[in-house]
């Protein structure tokens, strides 16, 4: 096996600050530059310069000084120099942060920040990774703010918090639901854009990274911030100790595809000002190539903006113990000297092939705004993806198709709906399986689950953009009214449809992903873009209604038959007549009971299929499940198929026409004939 070597080799490395014998080594990459220098501030008045020292320029663009004036605690700023002309952007008065910060302190204004010195140590007290296997991985994607700002079994210290996210209230809902990893949204140190801090709005989601190494100071207890970046980091690590104790994983949504700086003119913290034409993609002119829709794209076709990210990517799997990440427009990354996309550029497969990434979850979202930037199902082996394709199929099939037929007749049959069901082969190649795939209905970007059955159209007056922004396409059906309402039979069926997504999402094979609220029903009033708004419209509350209650309940029913039921979660695609291991292999059936022919997955009349997948676990029993979909409004008689081998008895575990999860389990015998309530799922053991 070739030995691995990261992007721009051994002249990389050690990149930053390293303490050692009593003094630190600080090297800060620029081809560009034409002077480096380390500015020290005052512990208490970031405005007071103490001492300045001159980097010397070594090979390969790396500046390098070892000095004593670095110490754990202390505050430091870059000034860079370099010449004028297109793509260069040098001030040798701008006070810039080192990229490699592990620590920052922010002074009084909004680019006025200073990287800290830190000295890495955390006492992880025997507290392991918890390894989750991928077949056994239910995500839940949630804003560490939001998920804890109203909890009312933690303490309002711990509001909103690190902290407050591992207190056993929160593990104890985490652990209730039955998910088993947390996927944050950004928590690497960002700032919010100027035009909102000036339209009295923030970045409230975190996509607009100020540094790739640091925790975000906003989301410390207000003790830890008082005392500083180490105290930070601790209760960061802290976290995730506790949420790893609890056998819980945590993954990272991470956005190394552009940084706060925006577009020329924007801030000039960091990377701008040690070397613009370098580090962000460019026309020969200057002109930035912005394939991300914020201004700027991070140039992963040179080695050190590859590097940078790597590096990142590591410190964080290894100094925070983090088990996973999610690749916010990963698109962006695998773009190469030509700004095209390459499934086998060298930063996607150094990711993969890192040995000190080893074990790490990769989760693309795979695509950015720029050309040719839609690449789902065409990541690398090894990674897997955000399913766009299997998000859409789902919502037409349960919501506009709906909608659709109540005015004329269904425009689709139940093949599409059936392959996202069963993997997405038909997106994801027989390598990767349907483990490549990640399943949702829901993200934090769009409508949540209530209010995609619930609304029509969105509703982002409130983020003062005319209602411009945010997705105008969303697959949305509000079942006869606009918003809320008092009738009773639309509520029902609003209330039906989310569990039948839910149960979709969490009976495909794949990796579910479910958003933080959905199993609560949360509702943003019809906001499908609520990014600028850190308040009561985005965090979650507590206080809940009986059905909200029951669909809680529907959630943690659903996620224990997926545990318990092996069928629901191959690692492979099954081959007829070929024994493949930890696949399933699937029979398909029509409402009566009969073998489904290609007239039926086609036809638009027939949306009712009866789907049979049985295991062929290596460690676990053997396991085989019945699952009955029915797509249209009006109720059917189902034929339960008699010609399962060995199959005598089919026990009902779930179904989605239940207001509450049944707590007993019901049999029946191949041939009996099942009334199926419109629009509904059951899902069957056989026996």
């Known amino acids: 096996m070739p030995t691995f070597t990261a992007p721009g080799g051994a002249a990389l490395d050690g990149l930053g600050v390293r303490l050692h014998d009593g003094v630190a080594t600080l090297r800060v990459w620029s081809r560009n530059a034409s002077s480096v220098e380390l500015v020290v501030f005052d512990e208490t008045d970031l405005d007071w310069v103490t001492d300045e020292a001159d980097l010397e320029r070594g090979a390969d663009g790396v500046w390098e000084v070892t000095t004593p004036l670095l110490q754990p605690g202390t505050r430091y700023a870059l000034r860079v120099g370099g010449p004028h002309g297109p793509g260069n952007t040098f001030n040798p008065e701008t006070l810039l942060l080192d990229p490699y910060a592990r620590g920052l302190a922010q002074g009084d204004g909004y680019e006025d920040w200073r990287s800290v010195v830190i000295e890495d140590g955390f006492d992880w007290g025997g507290a392991e990774k918890p390894q989750v296997p991928l077949d056994r991985t239910i995500i839940y994607e949630a804003h560490l703010k939001g998920v804890t700002k109203r909890h009312p079994d933690v303490p309002p210290a711990l509001h909103g918090t690190y902290a407050g996210l591992a207190h056993p209230a929160m593990i104890e809902h985490f652990r209730s639901l039955g998910v088993t990893a947390i996927e944050l949204l950004p928590v690497h140190a960002f700032a919010s854009e100027p035009r909102l801090l000036e339209r009295g709005l923030t970045n409230y989601w975190g996509y607009n990274t100020l540094n790739f190494f640091t925790p975000h100071n906003a989301y410390a207890t207000e003790d830890a911030r008082k005392q500083g970046p180490e105290a930070v ?20 949504d991470v956005v190394y595809n552009h940084t706060s700086e925006e577009g020329i003119g924007g801030p000039r913290s960091s990377l701008r000002g040690i070397d613009n034409a370098s580090y962000y993609r460019q026309q020969p002119d200057g002109a930035y190539i912005d394939t991300t829709g914020v201004g700027n794209t991070l140039n992963t076709a040179m080695d050190a903006g590859a590097r940078l990210v790597l590096d990142s990517l590591r410190y964080w799997a290894q100094e925070m113990q983090i088990d996973g990440f999610r690749f916010d ?7 190469d000297a030509s700004h095209e996309y390459s499934r086998e550029h060298p930063l996607l497969t150094a990711i993969r092939d890192d040995p000190a990434l080893k074990g790490v979850k990769l989760i693309a979202e795979p695509w950015d705004v720029g050309l040719g930037g839609w690449q789902t199902g065409n990541f690398p082996d090894g990674w897997h993806e955000w399913n766009d394709r299997y998000r859409d199929r789902v919502r037409n099939f349960w919501l506009s198709d709906i909608d659709y037929a109540r005015r004329a007749s269904a425009p689709v049959g139940i093949g599409g709906f059936a392959t996202r069901l069963a993997g997405s082969s038909n997106t994801f190649s027989k ?28 509703h982002n007056e409130a983020n003062g953009e005319d209602n411009r922004d945010g997705a105008d396409t969303n697959r949305a059906f509000n079942h006869g009214v606009e918003g809320p309402t008092h009738d009773p039979a639309i509520n029902a069926a609003r209330r039906k449809a989310m569990r039948n997504l839910l149960g979709t999402v969490l009976l495909s094979a794949g990796i579910p992903m479910l958003t933080a609220g959905d199993e609560t029903g949360r509702t943003q009033r019809g906001n499908n873009n609520a990014y600028a708004h850190d308040s009561a419209l985005t965090w979650l509350s507590w206080e809940l209604e ?17 545990r318990e039921n092996a069928a629901l979660r191959p ?13 399933s292999v699937m029979d398909w059936y029509n409402q009566h009971g009969e073998t489904m022919d290609e007239s ?74 099942l009334p199926t309530p419109g629009t509904s799922m059951r899902l069957f053991r056989i026996e």
């Open 233 to 252: 980091l601790a209760e960061f690590k802290g976290m995730v100790k506790l949420l790893h104790e609890a056998g819980l994983e945590v993954i990272l």
């Open 431 to 458: 390598e990767r399986g349907p483990l490549a795939s990640i399943n949702f209905v829901t993200a934090h970007d769009g409508f949540t689950l209530h209010d995609l059955v619930s609304y029509d159209v969105k």
């Open 600 to 673: 039926h997955w086609t036809d638009p009349g027939n949306r009712t299929l009866q789907y049979v997948a049985a295991s062929t676990p290596v460690d676990e029993r053997i396991n085989r499940i019945l699952l009955v979909v029915h797509g249209t409004e009006s109720p059917i008689d189902v034929t339960l198929p008699t010609s399962i081998d060995g199959a005598t008895k089919f026990v009902s575990l779930w179904s989605s026409a239940d207001e509450q999860p049944r707590v007993g389990t019901e049999g029946y015998a191949p041939g009996d004939v």
């Open 571 to 583: 690692s492979r695609y099954a081959r007829r007549d070929v024994h493949t291991p930890n696949a």
């Open 329 to 335: 427009l990963a698109a962006a990354l695998g773009r």
């Open 546 to 562: 009986p059905w909200q209650e029951d669909l809680r309940a529907h959630v943690s029913t659903l996620t224990r038959l997926r």
